[in-house]
């Protein structure tokens, strides 16, 4: 298993980034897939999760409205759309790919892509 984060950066409180995920070494489109966060000094911090199939999603309360997860099948990649963003999003982003076709638990997780916001 092997997922690869890209997207992260440095922006401005109120601005836009789209993460992206590339999976490989599993079948994709067989499992959830989840986005979690570490903010500095913080431990691991659940954002949202996607089934298998992008029928279904759930968000973090502090994400619902701003945050939107999707994922792309055909491309084995996952995607967190963020927008108006704020300095309290400042975090690693993670994907992470769950056990099974519907489950907010994971057992693989990628080395993350910074995202900085400054106020």
């Known amino acids: 298993v092997q997922l690869v984060e890209s997207g992260g950066g440095l922006v401005q409180a109120g601005d836009s980034l789209r993460l992206s995920c590339a999976a490989s070494?599993?079948?994709?489109?067989?499992?959830?897939m989840t986005w979690v966060r570490q903010p500095p000094g913080k431990g691991l911090e659940w954002v949202s999760t996607?089934?298998?199939?992008?029928?279904?999603?759930y968000f973090a309360e502090s994400m619902k409205g701003r945050f939107t997860i999707s994922r792309d099948n055909a491309k084995s990649t996952l995607y967190l759309q963020m927008n108006s963003l704020k300095s309290e999003d400042t975090a690693v982003y993670h994907c992470?790919?769950?056990?099974?076709?519907?489950?907010?638990?994971?057992?693989?997780w990628g080395q993350g892509t910074q995202v900085t916001v400054s106020s």
């Open positions: 992470a790919k769950a056990p099974g076709n519907w489950s907010a638990e994971f057992n693989y």
């Open positions: 996607i089934n298998f199939n992008g029928g279904s999603t």
């Open positions: 070494g599993f079948t994709f489109d067989d499992y959830a």
